[in-house]
């Protein structure tokens, strides 16, 4: 753009990047056909055209007028990208791509369907992968969660599905990421929703059995007061999470969940998170 060799000299900026965009001309100037650019990330690109370029600039002009911003959703690019090849998405088929056998394959962890825990001592198994729904009945545990999960295989489905609902939306905690550190130890990464446990301290023994099961995949037993092998990651501020009790929510006591710790990363809500980010690119404006 701006540019009569476009082979050796130009940039693209998607269309759903920009924010703003104006004539930048001046009118006593000998050249009006200016162009300023305002990007979402905060960026400014002033594009001038020369005076042969003047019918360019009136055409990319109405190019911007009828796509910036999209007039309908059918306009944006997913769905005219998929309106003008449908057949890669049924070659592709990417609601198909997230296998969950493969990929925790990939990340060298070996769990067990119901099937072959039958067929094993509980020393043998650490983790099983079960049916995200409620036997007998046709509804998920979680409806926000995989047809599929993987969770500590001590963990008995009917204390999955009692313990689940402790957890705002029956969010419980899930396996996302396997680590292996070596033959005996592996680090793992769970996803959860906040648990209830309101203003009266409510308790979940399922619950607080599936967070030592976490930390300990061998046994039920309680382990040692003093041993921590679960770090609790709260995105939230702590007075956030406080205020939450007040809805019946909350965080987790480690005082009933002894091999636990809970950090709180003091990241407010999303609505504050985009106003701040608002503020951090007009700051970068000029």
């Avoid at 001038?48 to 910036?68: G, P």
């Avoid at 769905?79 to 998405?89: K, M, R, S, T, V």
């Avoid at 990340?107 to 198994?125: C, M, V």
Wanted: with cysteine; charged share 25%.
């Amino acid at each position: 753009m701006g540019t009569n060799d476009l082979s050796t000299d130009y940039f693209s900026i998607p269309l759903m990047l920009i924010k703003q965009y104006s004539k930048g001309g001046d009118k006593k100037s000998f050249n009006p056909w200016n162009l300023d650019l305002l990007t979402k990330c905060g960026r400014r690109f002033k594009l001038i055209f020369s005076l042969e370029d003047a019918y360019n600039f009136t055409q990319f002009w109405e190019i911007l007028e009828q796509l910036v911003p999209p007039t309908s959703l059918n306009a944006h690019f997913a769905f005219a990208f998929h309106a003008n090849y449908p057949d890669l998405e049924r070659k592709y088929k990417g609601w198909q791509v997230y296998d969950i056998d493969r990929e925790f394959d990939r990340q060298g962890l070996r769990f067990y369907s119901q099937e072959d825990i039958i067929e094993k001592t509980e020393s043998d198994i650490h983790y099983k992968k079960i049916k995200n729904y409620i036997p007998g009945e046709n509804t998920k545990i979680c409806d926000t969660y995989p047809p599929e999960v993987i969770i500590p295989s001590l963990l008995k489905k009917e204390e999955l599905i009692k313990g689940s609902k402790f957890r705002s939306k029956n969010r419980f905690p899930a396996l996302v990421y396997y680590y292996k550190l070596d033959d005996t130890h592996a680090v793992t990464l769970w996803r959860s929703s906040q648990c209830k446990s309101g203003l009266y301290q409510n308790r979940s023994p399922e619950d607080e059995l599936y967070i030592r099961l976490i930390g300990n995949v061998k046994s039920r037993d309680m382990p040692n007061d003093s041993t921590i092998n679960v770090h609790i990651y709260d995105a939230r501020p702590y007075l956030n999470a406080v205020a939450q009790k007040v809805n019946g929510k909350g965080y987790e006591n480690i005082n009933y969940y002894k091999n636990a710790e809970i950090f709180f990363l003091q990241i407010d809500n999303i609505h504050v998170v985009r106003d701040n980010y608002k503020k951090v690119v007009e700051a970068c404006e000029w």
